[in-house]
């Protein structure tokens, strides 16, 4: 009852002044609302102009008020007005949200009429209307969701935020996170009791990922001063190596914070991730081995929700099953041409074993090969950099770092991920690299993966997104299209080899290696979540047909099953890009420009597939 009252006491004032803005902007639109739905659709320029100008303005006060209820989001964005708080992770929330989004959802198509708008501000009303509606639509599936697993969940979550996006600039930064630690307890709280509701449900991790969760959750409550052994807790050095970097605070001051934080790690961490290991264990043992959303009630329409949440499409999963089927054998012929181009006899197994196995392609796993990978990755990228004028108009502002995933959580991460920077500029792009198992990232792989996740890929796309001017702050921040953003990195693995780069016909392998590893996975999403593999039938698929260690392959079967069709958004946001830049060579001939063409995919944002065809013919008939 304590936690409940308290959550409210949190919840309060930031409800309120989300509110508090949503009357104000209803208010100044309410003569607008009255007038705008006759039967009239031709407006002239200076009533487009005023339209525009007053939907912008309701988009933007919508950012800000959905901003305004999630301090986590506040934190990303680089804003500090509750950066003493959580974002709750209860269904009082969750139904607050439905009803915020219901609200806006009714005003944006019953009150702006879209024949008013301007081209921008009406590719700004399709994209806010579809996110608020696939949302609202998603609703119904709110618990079909593991909210711990290898891959994501608050377990990893609270640690991380605080050691990535909490920063520490001054003292009032240092409080602010020892108030985030002090409420750890009632953090965990929320998501135990958001577990027994699917538990209740019988939606249940599936038993064979519980040791990596359970080894995680362990991770988190070891080191000083929790236990009593030289290495320090993951929080208490990153909040230790913080405050010593505050120069103005002095010794006292700092020793009261670090003493601070010893408690709220005791008496405040410790027991609530101990309540969380023990309910684990205990849940543990109701798991079976069924890797598919199928199991769930309403599985199969979950899944066909899921593949149009992720692609921003209609394809049916036997249809993205097809296309991967056919991808894979494309890929296989094209690898047969460099086995003969290195004069390598023998099958193509044979081949995907030689790379696997031999030790050129590998840097040692000890420090010194750790260290070496991260500093040839900052090679890559530098030589990339003076290459970009040759494929863009616009470049990114913001800063880009190589780093290692941290070690709490590296063992069950992903093989490289980025991160984006934050707005103001107080946080760079990062590409993290998982040098964990330095096997899972051959050498052969290094200049495609440096491409996905820095430059010309994420990098280059969502700090671009976050820059641009002009454009509602919905569709900078929160426009995670990620047929649209997968399909872009996946896309930028690619484009370098027109530009000279993959001399290496190794180099090139590696390439056409990560390509099939996307098209393999249409194969083995629809067969986890729709055909009812198992998770060995699954396995096997990725071990006949790539390149990639064992590891990879069950590391990747076991996101498919925790992330339904996230993984299907790459291959087929790549096809798109490619299908839409030939169409507009063979329409355009000499006209084409790469560079023009690249802007009109960037220049955007982040929009679904169907929104990104119409940019680019528009682009064509103007070129035209």
């Avoid at 409420?183 to 991790?205: C, H, M, P, S, W």
Wanted: aromatic share 12%.
């Amino acid at each position: 009852m304590k936690h409940i009252l308290k959550l409210k006491l949190v919840l309060l004032p930031i409800l309120l002044g989300a509110a508090l803005i949503y009357i104000l902007y209803l208010n100044l639109f309410k003569d607008r609302s009255t007038e705008i739905f006759g039967n009239k659709t031709n407006y002239t320029a200076e009533e487009i102009e005023k339209s525009s100008a007053e939907a912008n303005i309701f988009f933007d006060t919508y950012f800000d008020s959905l901003v305004a209820q999630d301090p986590a989001w506040q934190s990303y964005l680089g804003i500090k007005t509750n950066n003493d708080k959580w974002t709750p992770f209860t269904d009082e929330f969750e139904d607050q949200q439905v009803a915020f989004k219901t609200a806006n959802l009714k005003y944006l198509t019953d009150s702006i009429d879209y024949h008013a708008l301007n081209k921008a501000t009406l590719i700004s009303h399709k994209l806010l209307k579809g996110q608020l509606e696939l949302a609202l639509e998603g609703d119904q599936y709110r618990y079909h969701t593991y909210p711990v697993s290898q891959m994501r969940g608050m377990h990893t979550a609270i640690p991380s935020f605080l050691i990535n996006i909490h920063q520490i600039a001054d003292e009032t930064d240092a409080q602010t996170y020892l108030k985030r630690l002090s409420t750890i307890d009632e953090r965990v709280d929320q998501l135990l009791a958001q577990l027994k509701i699917r538990e209740g449900k019988n939606i249940i991790l599936p038993k064979f990922l519980f040791p990596k969760i359970l080894e995680a959750t362990q991770n988190v409550m070891s080191g000083f001063p929790i236990s009593r052994e030289d290495k320090p807790n993951l929080l208490y050095k990153d909040f230790g190596k913080k405050l010593a970097k505050l120069e103005d605070l002095n010794d006292d001051t700092r020793k009261q914070y670090l003493k601070e934080c010893e408690t709220y790690l005791e008496q405040k961490l410790y027991p609530a991730y101990q309540k969380l290991y023990t309910y684990l264990k205990k849940l543990e043992k109701k798991a079976t081995d069924e890797a598919g959303v199928w199991k769930f009630e309403n599985g199969a329409d979950f899944y066909a929700y899921k593949l149009k949440q992720m692609t921003s499409t209609d394809l049916s999963p036997e249809a993205i099953h097809q296309l991967g089927v056919d991808e894979v054998e494309r890929i296989h012929d094209e690898m047969k041409a460099i086995m003969k181009e290195v004069s390598f006899e023998g099958s193509l197994q044979d081949f995907f074993k030689f790379m696997r196995e031999d030790q050129q392609f590998y840097y040692s796993n000890n420090e010194a090969g750790k260290t070496a990978y991260l500093k040839d990755a900052n090679a890559i990228i530098d030589a990339m950099r003076p290459k970009l004028d040759e494929l863009f108009i616009t470049k990114p502002k913001a800063e880009l770092i190589v780093k290692a995933v941290e070690p709490f959580r590296e063992k069950s991460a992903g093989k490289a991920f980025y991160q984006s920077p934050a707005p103001d500029g107080s946080r760079p792009g990062t590409y993290y690299v998982n040098t964990y198992d330095m096997a899972q990232v051959p050498k052969y792989q290094m200049e495609a993966l440096a491409y996905h996740e820095a430059i010309p890929g994420h990098h280059m796309q969502l700090s671009i997104a976050q820059e641009l001017e002009g454009l509602p702050k919905f569709r900078r921040y929160a426009g995670r299209y990620t047929a649209y953003i997968e399909g872009w990195g996946l896309y930028s693995e690619y484009i370098p080899k027109e530009i000279g780069f993959y001399t290496d016909p190794y180099s090139n392998f590696g390439r056409l290696a990560m390509e099939l590893w996307r098209a393999c996975r249409l194969i083995v999403d629809t067969g986890i979540h729709f055909k009812k593999w198992n998770r060995q039938e699954s396995i096997d698929f990725y071990k006949n047909n790539t390149p990639n260690s064992e590891g990879d392959c069950i590391k990747m079967v076991d996101r498919h099953i925790v992330m339904p069709a996230q993984a299907t958004t790459y291959k087929i946001g790549m096809i798109t890009m490619l299908e839409l830049r030939d169409k507009a060579k063979q329409m355009l001939g000499e006209k084409f420009d790469i560079r023009e063409f690249h802007e009109v995919l960037i220049s955007n944002g982040a929009v679904p597939l169907d929104v990104l065809q119409d940019l680019v013919e528009e682009y064509v008939a103007s070129k035209q």
